[in-house]
């Protein structure tokens, strides 16, 4: 797993991360304690409704309002404890940071609009009708792409078993990134044979983000130095 390297930056509130992790959290112990059929129909009513691009033009999907707001509903609803578990690790991982530079608000429109889009994204691509692509990762991908942009020459600590030990070492953010992404890409191809995961979300939500990060480079700018009162 990853661990972020801890900075010297000057304390700030950060309220996005923590609610996102707190809505995460609570709608799944919602959905988890109801009886079984009613979890399932959460499910089925929240998650986003793939078909692929054979089912109709970009326009007429879209044209739905119910399949549009899936694209935001399916980011907080996971199958078990684990698919959520993993969601938050990343998204405190790479929330926190990303949140001190972009600032609350925008790391929020970066984790809803991150994830529509590689949810959208999903729904298009995956050529397989009433399957439901549910869970935060494209937005918790999103953040990532985010974060490799802003902090391209940033280490994390990665913690390897080494026998009956485990070993904490740094290593550029860019080389354990660059290589998740590149795992994403290959188990996109590979398919069903890694389970049912929407890989082609995780690809989305990654450029996504890392072409808002690039697009917002004034805005943080302009940010920081209202920050630092010049």
Not at 90 to 111: N, T, Y
Not at 167 to 193: C, D, H, K, M, N
């Amino acid at each position: 797993m990853f661990v972020s390297i801890p900075t010297h930056a000057r304390p700030a509130f950060r309220w996005a991360t923590p609610l996102l992790c707190a809505a995460l959290w609570c709608v799944y112990l919602w959905a988890s304690t109801r009886p079984e059929a009613v979890e399932q129909a959460l499910m089925a009513r929240w998650g986003a409704l793939t078909g692929g691009l054979a089912r109709g033009a970009l326009a007429d999907w879209w044209g739905e309002g119910e399949r549009g707001l899936r694209l935001l509903t399916a980011l907080f609803v996971h199958a078990d404890w684990a698919h959520l578990l993993g969601n938050l690790v990343f998204l405190l991982i790479f929330g926190l940071p990303a949140e001190r530079v972009l600032g609350s608000w925008r790391l929020l429109v970066l984790f809803l609009a991150g994830g529509a889009f590689a949810n959208l994204v999903s729904v298009l691509v995956i050529d397989a009708p009433d399957r439901f692509v549910i869970g935060a990762s494209g937005a918790v991908s999103a953040l990532i792409g985010t974060y490799l942009a802003l902090f391209p020459r940033a280490h994390l600590g990665v913690v390897l078993p080494l026998g009956l030990f485990l070993e904490f070492v740094r290593a550029p953010a860019s080389l354990l990134i660059g290589t998740w992404a590149l795992l994403q890409v290959v188990f996109a191809y590979i398919g069903p044979a890694f389970g049912a995961v929407a890989w082609p979300a995780h690809i989305a939500g990654f450029a996504f983000g890392v072409a808002f990060a690039l697009l917002s480079r004034g805005a943080i700018a302009r940010r920081l130095r209202r920050q630092k009162g010049y």
